[in-house]
Every structure is written in C-alpha cells, then in structure tokens.
C-alpha cells in the first residue's frame, strides 16, 4: 500500500501551482479516486481517518463519506510547517488541494500530492474516540454521534440511502402514487394498544372529569391522541380514490420487546392497492423484494463487498455449526434468483409440530396445537432449516391477527401473509382487507374496539368499498438483511428502545 511516490520531480512545480489551487471547488473524493485526470489539481475536504509518517514523507488517509475508500495524500514534510503536521491526527478535518498523481501503490489508482493543506478542525488524540483499529458494535452505539465516521456505519448508511431511493423507484415505475400519513393519530392501526401518548397537558397536574380520570378533551387535539403505529389505515383512504398508493414514514410501539429485530421508532413501508386480492398482494411483495436487493448489488458494490468481508471474518469467531451457509453477498443473490415457497399457516404448523426441534424441546416456545402464535425461532425454522428460502405464510387464525384482516370462508382463518427471512424472521406483514361492512363492523365491536375512533374508516365501507390488499415492510429489517447486521440497533442512524433514546 506504501507508495513511493514522485514528488520529487513534482516539487519543482510547487510555486507555479499553488496559485491554481488556491481557488478550487472541492471534489468529492469517490470522484477523485474514480474519474478525475491524472495530472489535475484539486481540493478535497474530509476527515483524516490515518496518519503515517516517516523522515521524507507523511501519507494522510482521507475519507468523505463519499465512498468507503479513503483517498491518500502525499505530503512532503519539507514543504509544510511541522507545527501545522503535528497537529493532523485521526478525526481532524481538513481541506487539501493539491495534483493527482497516479498512485505507486496497489489498491488504488490515484493519490494526491499535498501542495496546500488547511486543518478545518482537530481532535485531540488523547480524547478522540475512534482510532484507526476495529471497536465493538456495542461501544460504537454509545458514541453514535461519531459513528457515521467508521468504515462500517458509513457503508450502511450509504446501502439504506440506496434501498430506500430502490424504494421510490420501483413504486414510481409502476406508477403508484407516494401518500404522506399521519405521525399523530387518534386510533390504534393495529388494535395492540402499544402506543406512545401525544399530549401537552401538564403531567403532574392534568386536568380531570367528573369520575377523576384525565380530562383529554381539554388536551391540544381535544381527544386523546398517540404516535402512528403504521400508515395503513389513511393508505387504505387513499388507495380508495388513486388505486395504488405507498407510505413510507416513521412508525412508534411502544412495546417493551428488548430484541435484535425490535426498535420504538422504526420505518414502514406500505403501499396499498385497490382491486388486488391476497395473491396479487404476495406477488407484490415478491417482485419488490427481488427489486430492491437487486439494485442495492448493483449499486452499493463496494459498500456490500466491504460488509461481506466484514461478516466473513465476524464468522471466523463462530463455531462450525453457527456459522452460515453462504456468505452475505451469495444470500442476496440467492434471494433475487429463488422463488419464495408459499404455505398457509396450517401447513407450517403440521411441519413445526413435527419437527425434530419440536420433538426435541428445542424451541423455547413449543408448538401444541393449530392457533398458536408464530415465534421468530418457528420462523427462522421454516426458512433455515426446513425450506432453505424465503417462505411466504398466509391464512392465518383471526385470532392472532389485526381486526382489519379479511375473514376466510371457513370461518376461522384471515386473508394474512407474512414473508420471511433468513437470519430475520419477519420482514413483511399484510392481507387483504375485509372491504364488508357488515363483517368489519362486528369484528370491530366484538374486539371492544371504539369504533368512534374508525368512523371514517368503516364509512369508506359504505361508500364505493372494493376488494383491496396492502403490506408493510419494516425498513429497518429490510436494511439488516442487506447489510448483514444482526443487531437492528446498528443499521438506524440514532436507534430508540426500551431506555434508550440518547443523540
Ligand atoms: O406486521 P406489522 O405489525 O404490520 C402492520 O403494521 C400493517 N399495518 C402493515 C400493512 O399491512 N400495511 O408490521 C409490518 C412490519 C413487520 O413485518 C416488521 O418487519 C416491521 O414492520 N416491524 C418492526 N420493525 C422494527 N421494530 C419493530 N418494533 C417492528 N414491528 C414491526
Ligand atoms: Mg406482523
């Protein structure tokens, strides 16, 4: 990696070029490293990531977070006060202009001969707390205001970037119309009651009712009112009039789950469309799965062969039988060439019963008899070990699912799916929904739910109501699956969960 470089014969033209460089608009260093002209001078501004010095040269590596490769700079000690050297250490900014000179070194095409060098800011070494070594996902999470800087953090921040825009492109293409849903609402989509109270009323003193519970029609909505749990109820109001529609916003439960899969505050995806039954709504979700994973290998190939690398060696820690199949990259690629298999409920809980983990009492949860509620570890079962791809579930017991499910003709299943993922369980949950008033009004009453908070759901009902289906993809499952993170609480810039809502 050390290059020899040649700034020997360059020095002689120091005086002549400095003026040129000293008005230059700043390149973005993906840039420099892949299409700028060797022989050009440039400015380039970053963060000093390594240092390395010797008696005749100083190498600064220097990042951007413009790609995940650092551009190095060759400095000739000779040319520059030394007190302005000493004071370049990791984490510093700086703005550099200077010749791109092709680089002597392997791994790299080109590098920058120093020519004007300008700290923007320093970092104490003694304080900063990123050093050029590997540091624990763990602590990186209680610095996270810092840990964008890491090779790791900005590589995924770049893939959610791209997943996301994959995201908007495929529902574009397709002509589906972005719909932007309510945060504050005043009813529960998912009727689980894991919601986080908005209000402005004093909390030591709030005003009450007659009977001395918490008057909230003196609150600022005038009613009670919470943060969304999911966009699907005011998406179904809009594929109602534009046919097909997504949501693609901030989503809150305040469930107390204390897992690798779980955030507070995470992103949905959900698009609804009119006219689509359950199998049209599976195929949706099948062809945009693929989409998306595609363009982010196309896309993001230096970012995601970096993160193969990473878990490549993550795994060498493993033992044999912990360590998976294929690597990350080979994973997204099976996932784009493999048909999903599709079951009901009722077929994955004969396979489940039966299982050798069943028999053996390895599954914490044991699966007894058909109504029982699907575990992440029954799923990852399903999709690891039993079919070894991606399975879709559908028809599964009213009594597990939301009130808005369409109810199966045999009287006990809903028109639901789930998709499942290795390494993740869930990542999509959807249905058709029940479009009878009749049959969602009763389900509604029969679940205690106030229906004065749907009124004008049940009414879309009642006024030119059709079959239609929706899911919800849970971005952040979406972005661990790609990434290869295991923890959820790595791949959200600024994660909050039971305790935890520090940055
Ligand atoms: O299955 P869920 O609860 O479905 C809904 O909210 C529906 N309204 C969606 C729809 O039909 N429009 O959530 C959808 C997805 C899950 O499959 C999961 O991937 C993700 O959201 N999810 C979470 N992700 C992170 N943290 C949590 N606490 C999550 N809860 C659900
Ligand atoms: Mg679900």
Redesign the pocket.
């Known amino acids: 990696m050390e290059s020899g470089s040649n700034f020997g014969s360059f020095a002689g033209n120091l005086m002549s070029k400095s003026i040129v460089v000293s008005h230059l608009k700043r390149t973005k260093i993906n840039t420099a490293l892949t299409e700028t002209p060797v022989g050009l001078a440039i400015c380039v501004k970053g963060w000093v990531r390594t240092k390395r010095e010797s008696k005749n040269v100083v190498f600064i590596n220097l990042n951007d977070g413009s790609t995940i490769d650092n551009l190095q700079i060759v400095v000739n000690p000779a040319q520059f006060d030394s007190s302005i050297l000493d004071t370049i250490s990791t984490g510093a900014s700086m703005s550099i202009s200077g010749k791109l000179n092709e680089s002597q070194g392997a791994g790299q095409r080109v590098e920058l001969i120093a020519e004007k060098l300008e700290i923007l800011g320093v970092a104490d070494p003694e304080k900063f707390p990123l050093q050029p070594k590997r540091h624990s996902l763990e602590f990186l999470r209680e610095i996270a205001h810092l840990r964008p800087r890491t090779n790791t953090f900005a590589a995924i921040l770049r893939v959610r970037h791209n997943l996301a825009y994959a995201i908007h492109k495929f529902f574009n293409d397709k002509g589906f119309v972005y719909i932007h849903t309510p945060i504050i609402t005043g009813s529960d989509?998912?009727g689980?009651g894991e919601m986080f109270r908005v209000t402005t009323l004093n909390p030591t003193n709030p005003p009450k009712t007659d009977k001395g519970e918490v008057d909230y029609t003196k609150d600022f909505f005038g009613k009670e009112t919470n943060l969304t749990?999911?966009?699907?109820?005011e998406?179904e109001l809009a594929a109602l009039a534009l046919t097909e529609i997504y949501?693609f916003g901030p989503?809150f439960?305040a469930?107390n789950?204390n897992t690798s899969?779980?955030?507070?505050e995470?992103w949905?995806m959900?698009?609804?469309m009119a006219f689509y039954d359950i199998t049209d709504n599976m195929d949706l979700a099948e062809e945009m799965l693929k989409y998306i994973i595609k363009y982010a290998l196309q896309n993001c190939t230096p970012d995601l062969e970096f993160l193969n690398k990473r878990l490549l060696e993550e795994e060498k820690n493993k033992k044999q039988e912990e360590r998976s199949e294929m690597s990350l990259l080979e994973r997204l690629a099976f996932i784009v060439d493999n048909d999903f298999v599709r079951l009901t409920y009722t077929e994955a809980i004969d396979i489940l019963r039966n299982s050798k983990s069943n028999q053996k009492k390895k599954f914490q949860f044991l699966i007894e008899e058909w109504g029982a509620d699907l575990q992440s570890e029954h799923e990852r079962y399903l999709v690891e070990k039993h079919f070894k791809k991606p399975v879709i579930l559908k028809d599964y017991p009213a009594t597990i699912k939301?009130f808005?499910m369409r109810q199966n003709d045999d009287g006990k299943t809903v028109a639901a799916m789930?998709?499942l993922f290795p390494g993740?369980g869930?990542?999509?949950?959807?249905?058709q929904?029940e479009e009878r008033y009749d049959k969602l009004y009763d389900k509604i009453r029969e679940l205690g739910i106030d229906e004065d908070t749907l009124w004008w759901y049940l009414e879309t009902r009642k006024f030119g109501t059709v079959p239609h289906s929706?899911?919800?993809?849970?971005?952040?499952?979406?972005v661990q699956f790609v990434t290869g993170m295991g923890n959820?609480r790595d791949v959200i810039p600024f994660p909050r969960t039971p305790g935890s809502a520090d940055f």
């Open positions: 989509a998912e689980a749990v999911s966009g699907q109820l998406g949501t989503t439960r469930e789950s899969r779980h955030l507070a995470f949905m959900e698009p609804e939301a808005y789930d998709v993740i869930e990542i999509i949950g959807g249905s929904r929706g899911f919800g993809l849970g971005f952040e499952r979406l959820i």
